[in-house]
């Protein structure tokens, strides 16, 4: 079974800065898509922002220009750069991998969420 280990959440003042990471445990064949998404109190879980393999990134409306995505593919890891946070960040977010377990079978994964918090 893949894990996804999220580390970097916490409390921080409006525009504050946080950095997310999530690291993939247990031998894989490879990583398609790696990304964030977020859940707010009452609401639906949205994307947040994600990555191919390649480096292709794909952002939220919401987070363009504050929020940057990145990854070590050596490392199975994905990070999220969040500047300029604002109170509607706060939610609880989750990383997501798109993960070849073997050349022929990919399954989608999430991690156990960690939590961030942006007071105003």
């Known amino acids: 079974q893949v894990q996804l280990v999220e580390s970097g959440g916490g409390l921080v003042q409006a525009g504050g800065s946080l950095t997310l990471s999530c690291a993939a445990s247990?031998?894989?064949?490879?990583?398609?898509?790696m990304g964030w998404y977020r859940q707010a109190p009452g609401k639906q879980r949205e994307l947040v922002a994600d990555i191919t393999s390649g480096g292709t990134r794909k952002y939220a409306d919401s987070v363009k220009g504050r929020f940057t995505i990145s990854r070590d593919n050596a490392k199975k890891m994905v990070y999220l750069q969040m500047n300029s946070l604002k109170p509607e960040d706060t939610a609880v977010y989750y990383c997501?991998?798109?993960?070849?377990?073997?050349?022929?079978?990919?399954?989608?994964?999430w991690g156990q969420g960690t939590q961030v918090t942006v007071s105003s």
């Open positions: 997501n991998a798109q993960v070849w377990t073997t050349p022929l079978v990919r399954n989608n994964y």
């Open positions: 247990r031998s894989i064949f490879s990583i398609d898509v």
